[in-house]
Structure formats: structure tokens, C-alpha cells
């Protein structure tokens, strides 16, 4: 702290800095620039990679997951040893929106500065007088990557950047608050880092389309056994259905009349989505609303009543129906509309609906829980079924689903269901589930 308290004239001569680098520190703690800081690295999902289960905020060292081996996300707290204490303002840029170390290495694009690129300088300076003066210090060591070589050899990674990671964006105004899409766009192409899950990529892993240039933007993709949805305006696996009050309910609450949110989701919902203004959501929610869909003139599905009397009255007697009055209904109602903001709706749900049945088949093995919100702090839960039924039955009550009630979407085969059990985390040894990975 005696650091911040010292002009910035000494603080150049001990660390033998430019003035302006000194100018930047002293800058640094202003109150203000802090806590607008802490707001976006709400915005920017950090603590989310940042963080271990149970592990101190910013800490790093959580696993991630990726094609070629592990990842493990670096310690971001200002401790000089072993975080990023000793980086300069420009340092700090440099991985955020370059993905460059300060030693010159490039960085593993587990770490979305494709994405991050997209910040305005103001909020890279806000950003990191939150992470020198707004978070505590923790001397924990960074993790080695668990890459086997010759993948773990970083210098590729500098032609990988060469070809996929966009150039910085360059100084503009912030857009007017008034201009919600503009406002919308930013958060979402930039610091939401949206399509870093729901936009799919390509064979050297690259998103196909990093704005909203391409319908390949937000257009769906698999994350960890879970299909980030479609997030275009297709009505029937897209959001073309949703209301911009809608969007802005899910990303604020975890729920609403259409679906709740769960796997990958249910944690960007109570780490970041959950702590943005009123402003910023509907700003997020009218920009994907300007979002053609991938496939012009989907039809909507509408509700028929006919599954609900079939189950009824007990014409229909197929193993899906069974399984699904035997091990669903009580929540989700033979009428398929569950309970409002308790049991999410499976009637027309853009989830139910798509072609990749990934979600409902992880859903379905693994069960889950709401997030819980401060708008909606209940953590209403599904009981996990992959102990108690087998893949033919997951299979078959899934094309149940998928063609009940209005529904319209391909069938679930067994082979589908086995493939994703298959790659399910694995109990560790001490029978505790390994921490997820995102
Ligand atoms: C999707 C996961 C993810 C998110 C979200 C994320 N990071 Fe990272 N970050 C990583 C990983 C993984 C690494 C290490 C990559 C490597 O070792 O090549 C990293 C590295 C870094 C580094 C480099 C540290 C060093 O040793 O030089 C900085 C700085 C950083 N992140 C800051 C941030 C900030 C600030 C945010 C939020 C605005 C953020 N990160 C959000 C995954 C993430
Ligand atoms: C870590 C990966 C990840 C990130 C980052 C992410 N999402 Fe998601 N999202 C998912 C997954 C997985 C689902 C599917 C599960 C569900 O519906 O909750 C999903 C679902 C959604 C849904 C519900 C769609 C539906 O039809 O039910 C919306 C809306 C959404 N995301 C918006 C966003 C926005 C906006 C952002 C950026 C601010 C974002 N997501 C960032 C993984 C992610
Ligand atoms: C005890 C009540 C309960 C039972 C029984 C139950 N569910 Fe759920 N279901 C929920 C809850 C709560 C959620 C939201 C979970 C979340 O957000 O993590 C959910 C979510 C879902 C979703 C995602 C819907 C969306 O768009 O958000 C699907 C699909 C689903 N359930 C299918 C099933 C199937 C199929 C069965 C029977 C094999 C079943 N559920 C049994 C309570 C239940």
C-alpha cells in the first residue's frame, strides 16, 4: 500500500518506470476506477476461469479442459511472485486483449482475448486498477500445462494468434447509452466473451466468426456435453421466440417461462449475467434480438393438446410415454408445461427443439440445479437419472419429448446417450466429483 501512497515521480525512480507508467499506478486507486473495474470483470466472466472450486478469488489454477490436453488458468491477484503484481498497465493489455505474457509467450486461447480484443483502452485501464488495488494478494504458484509436447510448444500459438485473433479494436467513444445495440454488441462480441461457448469453431479451434459478420455468430455450439444454444432469431431452436424481456429475465434471474439455465450456464448466470444493470441486460437483449437466424423461414412449433389426452387417458402406451409418466411427470406435467419458473416448460422449448440433443441428454444423466439469483435465490433442482435408466431408456423418453406436445425434432438413439455417458467426469478415487470444467 505504501507503493500507491508515494508520488508518482518516486514511484518512477524506484522502479525505474516512465512517469506515465507511475502515472498509471497512482491512477490506479482511484475509488471510482476500482469498483468500475469490479463491474466488469463481473461482465467479463474472470472469477469464472480464474477461480478453483472452493479456491481464492483469482487464484487461478483451475483445469480447463481443451482438445490438445489441459489448461490451467493463471493467478491473476496482484502478488508479486506469482501474480501479475509486477505488471504494468501495458503488460496487462498485452494479455487481455493480445494474448501475450510478459515474459512474451503466447497465451492459450482457453483464455478468450479474441474476444477480449474488442475493449475499449478506458476499460483495460478500469479493469486493471481493479485487479491491482481491488483484490487480495495470494501467493499460489501457476499451474504447469498438462499438454504433452510437442503440442505443449508455445511458439505455434504465435501463428495461431497471426491468423485468428483479431486486431485490438481501435479508440472509439463508448457508445451513447442510448444507442442499445451498439452498447449490446460491445458487451456481447467484447467482455461477455458470448460466443467463446455458443459459436462454433473451426478445425484449429478458432471461433468461425468472432461478430456478428457471419450467421456462424452465436449460431450453437458444444461445450462439456451441453449444446450452448443458438442464440440467433430462429424460432425454433433460437430465441426468435423470446421477448427482449425475456432474454433480459433469464440472464438476471436464471429462468423464465421458456427454460431455466443449467450446465455452463448456470454458472455464467450467478458469477456475471445476474450482476449487470437493468441497462446493460436489455442492451445484451436487444443487440441478439437484431440477429438474423441461421435458417430463414423455420416454423414455429405451436402447442397441440393430444399428448396431454394420450397420456390421460393411457392410449399411449410406448416405452417413452412410460418413462417419462414414471420418472418426469410429477415435475414437468403430462401437459409438458411444468411450472412456471420451477419446473421448466419442455413444451416448444428452443432447448427440446434442436437438432443436437446434447443438453437433454447431459441434463438428463447428470440432472441440475437453477443458479441461485438474488431475484430468484431458489436452487429448484432435477435429480440426476443416469444411475437409475439406461441409454435405450434415456433415448426413448427424449424422442418422446421431442415429439410431444408440439415439439418437432429428430429422435434420440441409444448410441447417442452412450457416447455422452461415456465422456462424463469421472468420480475421483476419494468419491468426490472432480471440479467442472468450463
Ligand atoms: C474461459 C476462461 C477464462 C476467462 C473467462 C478469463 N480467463 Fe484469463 N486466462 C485463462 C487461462 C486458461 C489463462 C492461461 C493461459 C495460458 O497459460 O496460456 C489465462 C491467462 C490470463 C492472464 C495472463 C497471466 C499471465 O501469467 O501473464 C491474464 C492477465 C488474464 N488471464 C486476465 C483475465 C481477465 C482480466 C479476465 C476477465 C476480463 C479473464 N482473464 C478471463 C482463462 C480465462
Ligand atoms: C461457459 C460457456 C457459456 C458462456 C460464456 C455463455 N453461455 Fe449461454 N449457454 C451456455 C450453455 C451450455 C447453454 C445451454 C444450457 C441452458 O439453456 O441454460 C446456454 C444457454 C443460454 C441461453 C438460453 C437459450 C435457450 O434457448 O434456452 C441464453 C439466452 C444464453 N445462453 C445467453 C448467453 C449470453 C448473452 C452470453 C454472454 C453474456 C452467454 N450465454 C455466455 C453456455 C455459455
Ligand atoms: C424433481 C423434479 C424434476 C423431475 C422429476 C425431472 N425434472 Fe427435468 N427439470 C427440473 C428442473 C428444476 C429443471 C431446471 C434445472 C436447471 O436449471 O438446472 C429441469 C430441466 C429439464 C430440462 C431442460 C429444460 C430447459 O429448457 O431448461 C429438460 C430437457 C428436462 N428437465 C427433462 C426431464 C426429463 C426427460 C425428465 C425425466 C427423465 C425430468 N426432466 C425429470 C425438474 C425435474
New binding site residues.
Partial sequence: MKRIAMTAAALALVFGASASRAADVAAGADPQLVQRGAYLARAGDCIACHTTAGGKPFAGGLALATPIGTVYSSNITPDKAHGIGDYTLADFDQALRHGVRKDGVSLYPAMPYPSYAKLQPADVQALYAYFMHGVAAQPTPNRAVGIPWPLSMRWPLRVWRAKFAPAVAPSAPQPAAADQVARGRYLVEGLGHCGACHTPRGVTLQEKSLTDSSSDFLAGAIVDGYLANNLRGDVRDGLGAWSEQDIVQFLKS??NG??????GM?DVVANSTQHLSDADLHAIASYLKTLKPVQAGQTAPAYSNATYQALRTGADKSEGAL??LN??????RTSGK?YKE?????AL????NANDPS??IS??LQ?????GTTTAPT?????A?GAR?SDAE?AS??TF?RGSWGNHAPAVTASMVAKIRKALPKKTADGATPEPQR
Fill in positions: 436464471g429462468r421458456h427454460s431455466a439455465a443449467f450446465g448456470a418413462d417419462f420418472n418426469c411427470a410429477a415435475c414437468h411444468g420451477t419446473f421448466p416448460t419442455l422449448s428452443p432447448t427440446v443438453s437433454l441434463i438428463v440432472g441440475g440445479a437453477m443458479p436452487e429448484f433442482a432435477m435429480p437419472f435408466l434415456v423418453v427424449l419429448v
